[in-house]
């Protein structure tokens, strides 16, 4: 098996160089999400204006493959309003459980398609999900504050 | 003499077997479970291939057959610990065992010497698997008694220095673990057994690391109750041992119900049969033991003192090699006095699911995360690591290759700056 497949390039970058990754000051909600099994943990700030995600920040503790994927979800869904959000969420959420079977889609997923390798190995496909199960949590209690 | 360790992994069928496109497997997660030998498959398929019934019921020749096996197995398991038969329980799990003492102990009535009222003291350690904490948070919680621990050193030991003053005239219940299962340390029983005594309490030994991989007898280590899993001791899953002095066994209240463990029942009341039985409700995991019997003979005709040695010298060779690399974090003690053969490890800049991945691609099986010991891991300041323990079937050329597959992570995630 080729572990680049797994580990690529934009993974390592992101591990290493993370994107918003410090906690802002103003936020509309704060989630924490923990993996049990392993420990990975992160914290993530979720602030909306006018209907668009106006911020997105983190901090976490974690393998290469939970850190990077938190990142590069950072970068994707800033700006974006909630419901392209969700559409880039599913698309992900498709992509990590298609088993290696799919490549993902370039033009919604961008970066985040590096994470295709992911889904052969069953056990890391939390790790790459724990960031934006951070999001999907922390969108949906915005989501029912403003109700 | 040392080990045949080429004749023992002839007896391993799963040890043949490659991974991840090709690889040979390397084993060296023993501290989660153990492999199996043909000897211990080919017990328990024998057991249904010839002598399935219900144990303990029954008068027809396969129930005869089946008790006879049960209760050899059970023979087999007191030899193995130094104990008599009848104070050994076969229980489904080490985890289970552990359960088994703390709800019975809650389930005693204030006439019972396990009686546990508010403010009396249960006593664990830093160091303990998460089967050996949580049962006892949950009884200090349903009792009101208080849960205190003897915290770690630095190099991963306990420390006794506040020992008097943990375990006071009110503790009634000291349960620890014999080997940690992240750091390899080797408790030292004798003090602590001692001063629990002293003040009336019981000692409980958590044995799941120690007794699959050294001589133990139960009379020589000072203590009341000791459990360990068959799964970690070439036999199967889905049976556990729990050994206790008898006059305790027959004291301490039982904690499952139902058939069999039964002396006389009405539509009201029920009394119990005599330890073990009383602890042992429902049809037993017979193949289970059977297997169990099977693989602790292995390890008996092995030899334990072989085996310890063996992993001993694969422990120093291990631990030596790391220390070569320039940055790795040993959690535990690196002198082979009083440790056995488990080493948690971190190293720098790379995450331990990451190394147990690129491990895992090169056919090397180890352990990573917080090995279910979450506290340790917060005393050692670390979020998980990673763990190689070895066993009898593991070799001096898996430790290298071992070795050489860490420096290879080293290369393979520095690669992009």
């Known amino acids: 098996m080729n572990l680049d497949n797994l580990y690529q390039e934009v993974i390592l970058d992101h591990y290493k160089h993370p994107e918003n990754k410090k906690l802002s000051v103003e936020k509309d909600i704060q989630v924490h999400h923990l993996n049990p099994s392993c420990g990975d943990e992160v914290t993530l700030n979720l602030t909306l204006e006018s209907g668009r995600i106006s911020n997105i920040s983190w901090e976490g503790n974690g393998c290469s493959i939970s850190m990077a994927s938190t990142s590069i979800m950072s970068t994707l869904l800033m700006g974006k309003s909630p419901d392209d959000a969700k559409k880039i969420l599913d698309s992900f959420m498709e992509l990590m459980q298609s088993k290696g079977s799919a490549k993902g889609d370039e033009l919604i997923l961008e970066d985040a398609v590096a994470f295709a390798g992911v889904s052969k190995y069953p056990a890391r496909i939390k790790c790459a999900l724990l960031g934006w199960m951070a999001y999907k949590d922390a969108s949906l209690q915005v989501e029912a504050k403003s109700k | ?417």
Not at chain 2, 103 to 114: K, L, Q, T, V
Not at chain 2, 285 to 299: P, R, S
Not at chain 2, 334 to 359: C, K, N, W, Y
């Open chain 2, 1 to 417: 003499m040392s080990l045949d360790v080429g004749l023992i992994r002839k007896d391993f069928p799963i040890l043949g077997r490659t991974v991840r496109d090709g690889k040979r497997l390397i084993y060296l997660d023993n501290g989660a479970t153990s492999q199996k030998p043909q000897q211990v498959l080919d017990a328990e398929m024998n057991f249904y291939l010839m002598h399935n019934a219900a144990a303990h019921r029954g008068a027809h020749q396969l129930a005869e057959e089946a008790t006879e096996a049960f209760e050899n197995a059970r023979a087999t398991v007191a030899r193995f610990l130094g104990a008599a038969d009848e104070e050994i329980v076969i229980t489904k799990s080490a985890t289970e065992s552990l359960n088994l003492l703390a709800y019975s102990i809650g389930n005693a009535p204030s006439n019972n010497r396990f009686h546990i009222a508010p403010g009396d003291r249960i006593v664990v350690t830093e160091m303990e698997h998460h089967a050996n904490l949580i049962p006892w948070q949950e009884l200090a919680k349903r009792t009101g008694a208080e849960l205190v621990w003897l915290s770690i050193d630095s190099e991963g030991r306990l420390d006794l220095s506040k020992l008097d003053t943990v375990i006071n005239g009110k503790t009634r219940v000291v349960s620890l673990t014999h080997q940690s299962n992240v750091l390899g340390t080797i408790n030292p029983l004798d003090k602590i057994a001692a001063r629990a005594h002293q003040v009336g309490s019981v000692v409980i030994l958590d044995a799941c690391q120690s007794a699959p991989h050294m001589r133990i007898n139960v009379k020589e280590l000072g203590i009341d109750f000791l459990t360990f899993s068959g799964h970690k001791a070439l036999g199967p899953t889905g049976v556990g041992v729990l050994w206790g002095k008898s006059d305790l066994l027959e004291e301490l209240p039982p904690f499952l119900f139902g058939g069999s463990m039964i002396d006389t029942v009405t539509m009201l009341d029920s009394t119990w049969a005599p330890a073990p039985r009383k602890f042992e409700a429902g049809v037993p995991n017979m193949a289970q033991a059977v297997g169990l019997q099977a693989g602790l003979k292995y390890l008996e005709k092995v030899g334990m003192e072989k085996i310890h040695a063996h992993e001993l010298n694969l422990t120093q060779q291990f631990i030596q090699g790391l220390s070569k690399i320039e940055g790795i974090e040993i959690f535990g003690p690196t002198t082979m006095e009083s440790r056995g053969g488990v080493v948690s490890f971190a190293v720098p800049d790379i995450h331990p699911h990451d190394l147990g991945q690129f491990l895992d691609n090169q056919g090397i099986a180890v352990r990573t995360g917080h090995h279910c010991a979450w506290p340790l891991n917060k005393a050692l300041g670390v979020q998980s690591t990673t763990r190689a323990s070895f066993y009898l079937y593991n070799e001096a050329h898996e430790i290298d290759s071992l070795l050489d597959g860490i420096q290879q992570a080293q290369e393979y995630f520095g690669r992009s700056r």
